[in-house]
């Protein structure tokens, strides 16, 4: 599949190894103006090509162009193998070692579920399913060239599985470990997928560094996130086989003991916090101009009559663009478009803050779909942090709408968040909204609670 939107980003990846003389630009692409000041300024020529007729040379249809020197073909070589769209590299680009390694850790992971299911250890073989889909996630990330997203593993953030791969004595009652013939063979399996991931970690790192600078520190972030997991779960492996007194450790009880106390005496303030990730409100006029037909919902939200929409959009900015953005329905009277700081400046906008509705004087983008782009003159904003209420939790709370309060969320790196706007409605259902920015600055996990202050 071509690319539809070219970028900067995507050329920099696309001319890792060698500047091409020519890009050809396919007439149902749009090149970004931050895109063509790179390919200006490295002197590339660039190409328009008719869609009808494709690139041609010589009267020859052309089928795919080599990112490294910018060759045309009509049939791809043998030598090259497709990095994204019809860009060929060679089969030793430090991207398809990348992509290579990460399929052997699948490939060893499906092995080692097969092992684990068959002397019925099911629930450890869920665990590493996991593993396995976040390890598709990163595939997907890398070649469609989208953000990844930020998430929790076994029910951990990762503060927490940072705290426990580090501090093993407080959370197993174990040293670190000392890899032996003599362990457990699930144990050292485990092991033997830490250590292939730590080699996609390192093949990321040569794969994703210009000149000293890293374009990818999400995907690198996420593998050794991996890492330290499979390390937690060597660590729970170890602590199961452990002769019986040598793993006591109180310390890890009175904490625990002390966190459901503390929830207990604060319970009648809990609030529900909930992480709102980029998203889009069609006007009713724009969802059949994007998609030709009325929005077909996926699954509910957690506000009433809200819900997720099979449909997804790409977000296009000066700078760069949002791919697979949700659409959130029913409907709207008006567009709005949804996004964080971070999303701001990968697409090289400046939204206000302003709380949902509020769209007046806002920034402009382009949306866009495989049937349609439009450009919204106004409505993209960064969500304010909000909070739901029914009037019931209201009263017992002891605001009223239209409220500012104060909520402290998280544990590790608990934060306060100051003017907090409360809506109440007899629709809502009690949860504070947070973007994702705020969401890693608290150590965000799903079924987090915050605390009325």
Known sequence: MTEKI??????????????PEKFYLQESQILTPAAAQFLSERRVQLLRVGADVGASVAGTKVKYVAAEGGATYTVKPEHLTQLTGNQLVSKDHPRIIFRGLLD????????????????????????????????????????????????????????????????????FGLEHLEISAEMDPTLLALNRLRT?????????????????????????????????????????????????????????VDEIVARVM???????KTIPVELSAHHVHLSAEDVERLFGQELTPLRELSQPGQFLCQERVQLIGPAGTLDNIAVLGPARGKTQVEISMTDARVLGVNPPIRQSGDTAGSATLQIATARDTLTLEEGLIVAAR???????????????????????????????????????????????????????ACGWIPEMTGILV
Do not use: W
């Open 262 to 268: 503390a929830k207990f005496s604060a319970a009648d």
């Open 196 to 252: 292939l991931v730590r080699q996609v970690e390192l093949a990321a790192v040569t794969a994703f560094t210009l000149d000293g600078h890293v374009e990818r520190n999400d995907i690198i972030q996420a593998l050794n996130r991996l890492s330290s997991v499979l390390y937690v779960m060597m660590l729970t492996v170890a602590q199961k086989s452990a002769p019986a007194g040598e793993t006591v450790d109180n310390r890890t």
């Open 104 to 171: 052997q850790f699948q490939a060893e992971v499906f092995l080692l579920q097969q092992q684990l299911e068959g002397a019925g250890d099911f629930a450890l073989s869920q665990n590493l399913g996991e593993l396995l889909e976040r390890a598709r996630a990163i595939l997907r990330a890398e070649v469609i060239g989208e953000a990844l997203e930020p998430c929790d593993l076994l029910g951990f953030s990762a503060a927490e599985i940072r705290d426990r791969s580090h501090q093993t004595q407080k959370y």
């Open 6 to 19: 070219i970028t900067e980003s995507f050329l920099r990846k696309s001319f890792l190894q060698e500047i």
């Open 386 to 440: 909000h909070l739901h209420a029914h009037p019931d939790d209201a009263e017992r709370l002891g605001f009223k709408d239209k409220d500012l309060v104060s909520v402290r969320v998280g544990d590790l790196r608990s934060i306060v968040f100051e003017s907090v706007l409360v809506r109440v409605n007899k629709d809502y259902r009690l949860a504070m909204h947070i973007d994702f920015d705020e969401g890693n």
